[in-house]
């Protein structure tokens, strides 16, 4: 199995910033996208930022210019830097990668993270 642990959300003013994390874990032979999505409370889950293995990176147009994706394939990490942080960014965010493990291919899920941005 692949185990994706998310961390770094919080409570945060607006303006301010933080940096969220996401470890992949498993028989991973190889990951080829990682990415973060986000959900608000009632609304559906959205693409914030992806980073595939050779590099290229898209961003939802209302994260552009303040968040960052980057990610640390020796630690099979993905990082999200958030700056300039906006109530309208209040949400779940989810890890999300896919990949070839040791059975075949995968696309798994992190539990979650919720990023509360305050007014």
């Known amino acids: 199995q692949v185990h994706l642990v998310e961390s770094g959300g919080g409570l945060v003013q607006a303006g301010g910033s933080l940096r969220l994390s996401c470890v992949v874990s498993?028989?991973?032979?190889?990951?080829?996208?990682m990415g973060w999505y986000r959900q608000a409370p009632g609304k559906q889950r959205e693409l914030a930022a992806t980073i595939i293995s050779g590099g290229d990176i898209t961003y939802a147009d209302s994260v552009k210019g303040r968040f960052t994706i980057s990610r640390d394939n020796a630690k099979n990490t993905v990082y999200l830097q958030m700056y300039s942080l906006k109530p309208e960014d209040t949400a779940v965010y989810y890890c999300?990668?896919?990949?070839?493990?040791?059975?075949?291919?995968?696309?798994?899920w992190g539990q979650g993270t919720q990023v509360t941005v305050s007014s």
């Open positions: 498993g028989s991973i032979l190889r990951i080829t996208s």
């Open positions: 999300h990668a896919a990949g070839f493990a040791s059975w075949g291919t995968f696309g798994s």
